[in-house]
């Protein structure tokens, strides 16, 4: 199973970027694939999923409204769009999948995503 995830860079505060991790394979059906990050001197936290099937999301608080999540079954890709950045959201990005209901099993590498003023 591999999940790489690519999309990082630099962006100015306000402005928006997309992340997308390309799960191949196995199957993912009853999956739920999520996006978690990483801050310098910080854990990493939970930062939104989604159920590969039904699509169901839910979002870590601070990026309610800014960001959204999404999945293309027929590419096996999720997406995170993320939109008026703050510098707070600087982390590195993992992507990650697992079953639904239990621990997430298998991870991308991370993609950085630097906000500056």
């Known amino acids: 199973v591999q999940l790489q995830a690519s999309g990082g860079g630099l962006v100015q505060a306000g402005g928006c970027m997309r992340l997308?991790?390309?799960?191949?394979?196995?199957?993912?059906?009853?999956?739920?694939m999520g996006w978690f990050r990483q801050a310098p001197g910080k854990e990493r936290e939970f930062v939104a999923r989604?159920?590969?099937?039904?699509?169901?999301?839910y979002y870590e608080e601070s990026v309610k409204g800014r960001f959204t999540i999404s999945r293309d079954n027929a590419k096996r890709r999720v997406d995170l769009q993320m939109n008026s950045l703050k510098p707070e959201d600087t982390a590195v990005y993992y992507c990650?999948?697992?079953?639904?209901?239990?621990?997430?099993?298998?991870w991308g590498q991370g993609t950085q995503v630097t906000v500056f003023q």
């Open positions: 997308s991790c390309a799960a191949s394979g196995r199957s993912f059906s009853n999956y739920v």
């Open positions: 989604i159920r590969w099937n039904g699509g169901r999301t």
């Open positions: 990650a999948a697992g079953p639904y209901g239990g621990k997430y099993e298998f």
